[in-house]
């Protein structure tokens, strides 16, 4: 039996640092297969390998909402702009 230096890869959330899906941490051959598998368990992966983990709190959450592009500016001809006020 002989003792071998391993190399693995597993999804780690960019937010909260988990790497665990349902309480195991998976191991794979590929960063394409921890992705994959990650997906499985609702987690967030991007095409630049940012990763988000289901966890539902505020931090996760501003994390998705800064993954989002900005809302569009509309303006359209003939029409007068409303500027509404969103503040509480
Ligand atoms: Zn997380």
Known sequence: MAIK????????CDV??????DDVIP???????AADDA???????????QAICP?????HRAAL???LPPEPDIEIGG???LDLDTRD
Do not use: E, K, M, V
């Not at 909260?16 to 899906?21: A, L, W, Y």
């Open 65 to 67: 909402d800064d993954l």
């Open 27 to 33: 191991l794979f051959d590929t960063p394409n297969a």
């Open 55 to 59: 966890t539902q709190d505020d931090q």
């Open 39 to 49: 997906r499985t368990c609702r987690w967030l992966i991007t095409a630049d390998h």
């Open 79 to 81: 029409q007068l702009r």
């Open 5 to 12: 230096a391993r190399t693995f890869y597993t999804a780690s």
């Open 16 to 21: 909260c640092g988990s790497d665990d899906t």
